[in-house]
């Protein structure tokens, strides 16, 4: 299935005036790493960020990429609904979870990768590259091979983009069906934080080929009261993960009073 010709045509978010971008330094919730954080007030129309340039820069996306290929496998008619179960091959792989079969929604809450290779297979290139580029997702590079270009080859994608895809998710502007929408929303959902509060979010971890750094990704979304808060972290560094980067985007989020502190 193609994405829809009407739906390709570009949606220009209301970003907020550059009077009302605030940049704060919150490297004291990342020690160690060099670390990059964007928060935005959806309603209130303000960004908070953490080392701007570092912001604006692109690096792969990782397993965050598993967000839009969650969207891309339920679009195309790969993955029928979050149930849908794909068998382990039986290559034992260096997290045990892994080492099983798996649905959609638990392949997205433990990071399978295998999973989402065999989903991007099925996919295949041209369909990929159609629903990346409908997507507007990064610098919209698959070139690395269908089931490796999000882990370092050729995909990028900055911190700054990250949050404008979440806000085109959560606001209904990407070109998928709102049933696709609703599938990828509901498997993002974390443990519950506090009462009325709604936290997504994803990992990601990987290193680039050409750097000498691993990085680390944990991005998503807080909704509470009615309000949407869209984040992304990013640290880089000798031990950098999206396991690493969780606990401490959550003390920023905490700190910025988005989380209740843990």
């Not at 964007?38 to 570092?54: E, Q």
């Not at 929604?105 to 629903?131: D, T």
């Not at 009325?196 to 990992?203: A, C, D, L």
Request: proline share 8%; net charge positive; glycine share 10%.
């Amino acid at each position: 299935m193609k994405p829809p010709l009407a739906l390709l045509a570009v949606v220009v978010l209301a970003a907020p005036a550059a009077g009302e971008d605030v940049e704060k330094d919150l490297g004291h919730h990342f020690p160690g790493f060099r670390s990059s954080f964007v928060l935005r007030d959806v309603a209130g129309g303000r960004t908070v960020r953490h080392d701007a340039p570092m912001a604006r820069a692109r690096t792969s996306p990782c397993s965050t990429f598993k967000i839009p290929n969650s969207l891309i496998g339920l679009e195309t008619g790969v993955i029928p609904d979050a149930s849908f179960v794909l068998k382990w091959d039986g290559v034992r792989r260096p997290r045990e979870e892994w080492n099983r079969d798996h649905d959609l929604r638990s392949a997205l809450k433990h990071s399978v990768v295998w999973y989402y290779q065999k989903l991007a297979r099925r996919v295949g290139p041209e369909r990929m590259q159609q629903w990346v580029s409908a997507l507007r997702y990064g610098n919209e590079d698959i070139s690395g091979g269908i089931d490796r270009f999000w882990l370092g080859p050729s995909l990028r994608i900055s911190p700054d983009e990250q949050v404008d895809f979440l806000a085109r998710l959560h606001a209904g502007q990407l070109p998928v069906s709102a049933r696709s929408l609703a599938i990828v929303k509901d498997i993002l959902v974390q443990d519950q934080p506090g009462p009325g509060i709604v936290y997504r979010g994803k990992t990601g971890s990987c290193q680039d080929p050409g750097a000498s750094d691993p990085h680390g990704w944990w991005v998503g979304s807080v909704e509470q009261e009615g309000r949407l808060h869209l984040f992304a972290a990013l640290i880089e560094g000798p031990g950098a993960s999206g396991l690493v980067c969780r606990p401490m985007a959550e003390k920023a989020l905490a700190a910025l009073g988005v989380l209740p502190p843990r």
